[in-house]
């Protein structure tokens, strides 16, 4: 007998070949059935030789399941290391720190004179935010790279300066673990040699995740604090939390244009520092640095511009101005390394935010004031 394809190239045609086409169709559902058939006796004869304990654990096999993301990123992935808390406590980083929480972690040293307290400042902020959700649901922890130094009683005198909260926990361990973890988390400078690695090389993002769901995400400290506030307390729960405020999209307010000055202030200032002169609502919050309301009033230019371009080159020289805010605030002002330009942006939009907050302070005032008693004709 001819096959499809032979029978497609004879020529063929018309009713004939239509129904050669269906006899051959017929052929191969008849012969499935009968293969079907076949298989299904071969196994049911098989079956009958088997003892019924044998049967009976070919019936309760369960397929073998595929590894989950938190079967991924769980005990076998992450080191279970001890270290010590600011407390004095012993703990271990899987079980005690990580294990079914979500989690922010970051690397830090307390003798760090300039981002390590900025970032300390800005996740203050993510946990001010965050608010009694803090030691609950999510969880903070800063490992310090300078085990020599950073013993539990420095890093306890090193919450008590940033006023850290319940929830987050300040961790010291072995240098070798320390730097194990680092590498884990991805939060080690491969490319920088043994020799000439200093503490200041460090990477100064943080990981933030969910151990038991296996999710896990690097972010800049300098991030928005509310994106990582929100990220941690509904993106990394799978947004199992209601908000008890919705906003409305037709209620939302006018986008306006931000300046290089601002944008600027945002990302790097606003972690130790706010402009109010207590005119602006603020977060009743501790804040690291001072009120920048007036700066570019009370300081001189050149000197201010100097400070926010090298702030640790006049703390060496002893500058008196410098000198007195670090006395005051017990905090070193960091070195962004700014540019001319990013230095001239920043002191152009203080300036301005101050004359907003002053213009807006005296309509204020006008509101307030009573009107003038109107005479009798």
Known sequence: MNTLSQINKSGISG?????????????IFAFGVFSLYSVGAMAHTDNEHKTKDEQSVTMVKKPVKSKSSADIWGENYFPNFELTTHTGEKVRF?????????????????????????????????????????GKDVFFYSIS????????????????????????????????????????????????????????DHNISLVIGNQAMGRWLKRSPYENPYIIANQMGDWLHNWKHVRKNRN??????????????????????????????????????????PDLFGVVKNRDYKWLTRWLKEPDVMLAEKDPIAMALKEKYQVNMPNFKLSQTEVKNLIQYMANETIRLEKLAEKR???DKPLPAISGL
Request: aromatic share 8%; glycine share 8%.
């Open 145 to 200: 790279i300078d085990p020599e130094r950073d013993t539990p009683e420095v890093l306890n005198a090193y919450t008590k300066k940033f006023h850290i909260g319940k929830g987050w926990t300040f961790l010291t361990g072995s240098e070798a673990d320390v730097t194990e973890l680092r590498k884990k988390l991805g939060l080690y400078i491969q490319t920088i040699s043994e020799e000439d690695r200093t503490l200041s």
């Open 15 to 27: 009713t004939n070949a239509k129904l050669n086409k269906l006899a051959i169709g017929f052929s």
């Open 248 to 289: 409305r999209y037709e209620n939302a307010p006018e986008i306006r244009q931000i300046s290089d000055g601002e944008m600027k202030f945002r990302n790097m200032c606003t972690s130790c520092h706010v402009i109010s002169g207590g005119i602006a609502k603020m977060p009743n919050v501790h804040q690291v640095g």
């Open 365 to 367: 005032k006008l509101k």
């Open 94 to 134: 899987f079980d005690d720190v990580i294990k079914d929480k979500v989690v922010a972690i970051n690397f830090i040293y307390t003798s760090c004179g300039d981002i390590c307290p900025a970032e300390t400042a800005r996740l203050k902020t993510v946990a001010d935010i965050l608010g009694d959700r803090m």
